[in-house]
């Protein structure tokens, strides 16, 4: 039985742990072949062989916020199989020396800048001109809930670059809309990740805080999030570009989450 995305080439950046893990390993399930795109080689080896070798994935070493590094990645991806036909962008970062505005120096506000909003920026770039050569692609950019509301813990680097990638999706899902490329953007609520069990590993109490606002009082998980980025990537979701894809298990509707 052909998958929802059967034979299609996605790229995915991040894709060695969390949500881009999950993603990847659910697309290959879905029948498609993934260019896996992290900083992390004996990972990246490991996942090629697990997913069953070269010719349903590969692995490339990038530094996201390099354009030749972002480019060779989606190139690699059309000599390898043959086109590009999803990008999820979706590698990112959220370091403990990002909060208050008041405590956030200029080092760290760059550098979260440059992996969260800058590395879209490019991977976007990079993936148009393959998916307008062949008419067609679907791009998933990872922004947040916090793209859309005030985060419950401060993190002023983040909450704006995520906030920028929201912006950017709009603009080139209106752009090329009718040139048959789809730009959408998930907007994930707190979602029990390497990065978010290390952030709070460090302060249980900021973890509690951001918790008791969850509607459905626990944290999503990485499974959930690629469930909504294949709806994103497949033929589902032909109609939607452009769009603000909440999945955040209520956060963003609550006034007060009764306890």
Known sequence: MAGRIQDRVAVVTGGCSGIGLATVQRFVEEGAKVVIGDIDDA??????AELGGAEVATYV???????????????????????????????????????????????????????????????????????????????????????????ATSQISYSASKGGVLSM????????????????????????TPLLQELFAKDEERAARRLVHVPMGRFGEPEEMAAAVLFLASDDSSFMTASTFLVDGGISGAYVTPL
């Open 43 to 48: 990972r990246g080896a490991e996942l090629v």
């Open 169 to 192: 999706t709009r603009e080139l899902g209106v752009q090329f809309a009718r040139q048959g490329v789809r730009v959408n953007a998930l907007c994930p609520g707190p979602v029990n």
């Open 61 to 151: 070493h990038v530094d996201v916020t390099d354009k030749e590094q972002v480019d060779a990645l989606f190139q690699t991806a059309k000599d390898t199989y043959g086109s590009v036909d999803i990008a999820f962008n979706n590698a990112g970062i959220s370091p403990p020396e990002d909060d208050s505005i008041l405590d956030t120096d200029l080092d760290a506000w760059r550098r979260v800048q440059e992996v969260n909003l800058t590395s879209v920026y490019l991977c976007c770039k990079a993936a148009l001109p393959h998916m307008l050569e062949q008419g067609r692609g679907s791009i998933i950019n990872t922004a947040s809930f916090v793209a859309v509301m005030g985060a």
